[in-house]
């Protein structure tokens, strides 16, 4: 069995944790790995995985070992393959612990997804260490055959195709909601501080069609607060404003987010795993991507809007163009009350093309498949080349 450390340090948000996360429990449900996953925010954690303990400094989650990542660092053996989670930097004292071992682990940094065209380039990349004898790989996740795939649990489209025919109606009625209306949106929002949210609202109010909008707690809440007049949002409360039904959620496990991604018409998505998982659901979604220095994001959105409109007819990429820029500041692009003004011409071409976009990234390994080949064939190589 091989032996797996993944260390995942929370800067920000639930992106790093959420993703290192679904790797460690892939590792170990359907590649039998022994993986330690080593958090330094165990409180982020919990949020996305309500059984974990915080007082715990070791305790088990879905056949992984859950250790809190203190500091200073105490000593323990290096695993076989070691996963630094988004350049988080390891500790010095578990660096020099791998270069004493023979041969030493396989060493990967998980990078962040774009879909920019450099990453296919960069993807395996070695780099060695300027002192010890160790060698860091670059693995990039992405779109296209050339990168490490997108993470996708073995039974997640399974359980989606499960939870559409069997449990949506429950599901809408544990939120307190009937069926959907005929004409009516199901959308969810997740999403950071956002200047284009007053216009969508209004137009959404000011609608011809009915909308119901879930929003789980976070960090949108307050500006969502202000527009409708109240001093603060709740989990429980609900709120109609014209058309607009405002709907707020608690913050919910990764899983229970999954089945509100599946159930709606249409998700607003942020950052880095929920713009995955919305893709998973086979629904239109507009991504905000996470705010960087010199709009450096604004890159990484043009790059996933050219591959993600490639194959939509002309009408519905330039409607989805426009409001994804526009969600995220692009300058130039039309308001969202103009953006908002198509989409119900073009709901039918976006929702047919989001379940086409899904079955082709489907074909795909999964991100975990290719990182276990990745890591199997650099052992299977050091064997080899160990004198
Ligand atoms: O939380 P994020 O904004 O994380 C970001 C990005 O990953 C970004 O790349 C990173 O650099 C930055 O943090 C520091 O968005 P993201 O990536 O979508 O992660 C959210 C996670 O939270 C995801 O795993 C889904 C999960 N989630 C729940 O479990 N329950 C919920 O109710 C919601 C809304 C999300």
């Not at 993807?123 to 992405?142: A, Q």
């Amino acid at each position: 069995m091989r032996t797996w450390d993944v260390f995942c340090s929370v800067i920000d948000n639930y992106g790093d944790i959420g993703v290192s996360w679904r790797l460690a429990r892939s590792l170990a449900c359907v590649h039998g790995a022994r993986v330690r996953l080593w958090v330094d925010d165990l409180a982020a954690f919990q949020r996305i995985r309500p059984e974990i303990r915080l007082e715990r400094e070791q305790q088990q989650c879905d056949g992984v070992t859950v250790c809190a990542w203190r500091a200073p660092f105490a000593s323990t053996p290096p695993a076989e393959v070691v996963v630094e989670a988004f350049g988080c930097t390891l500790p010095d004292s578990y660096v020099v612990d791998m270069a004493t071992q023979s041969p030493p682990p396989v060493w990967i940094n998980l990078e962040y997804l774009s879909a920019e065209p450099w990453v296919a380039a960069h993807h395996g990349l070695p780099s060695p260490h300027p002192r010890l004898p160790l060698t860091k790989y670059f693995f990039f996740p992405g779109y296209t055959a050339q990168t490490g795939g997108l993470m996708r649990e073995r039974d997640l489209l399974t359980r989606r195709t499960h939870f559409l025919a069997a449990e949506t109606a429950a599901y809408w009625q544990s939120l307190g909601l009937a069926a959907p209306e005929p004409g009516e949106w199901r959308v969810s929002l997740f999403a950071y501080e956002n200047p284009a949210l007053a216009e969508l609202l209004d137009a959404w109010a000011a609608g011809a069609d009915a909308v119901t909008l879930l929003v789980p707690e976070g960090r949108i809440l307050p500006q969502l607060a202000d527009w409708l007049d109240k001093p603060g949002l709740h989990a429980g409360e609900s709120v109609r404003r014209g058309a607009l039904d405002v709907r707020v959620l608690p913050f919910v496990s990764q899983d229970d987010y999954d089945r509100l991604l599946w159930a709606c018409d249409l998700n607003f998505v942020r950052g880095e795993d929920s713009c995955v998982r919305a893709q998973w659901a086979a629904r239109p979604l507009v991504w905000q991507a996470y705010p960087q220095a010199e709009a450096a994001h604004h890159d990484k959105l043009d790059a996933l809007l050219a591959i993600y409109t490639e194959s939509l007819a002309p009408g519905a990429a330039q409607l989805l163009t426009d409001t994804w820029r526009r969600w995220n500041g692009v300058p130039g692009a039309p308001d969202m009350a103009a953006c908002w003004a198509g989409w119900r011409a073009q709901r039918d071409e976006l929702s047919r093309h989001a379940a086409a976009w899904q079955a082709q990234l489907a074909a795909r390994p999964s991100l975990t498949d290719a990182l276990v080949d990745f890591a199997e064939s650099t052992l299977k190589y050091r064997v080899f080349s160990t004198p």
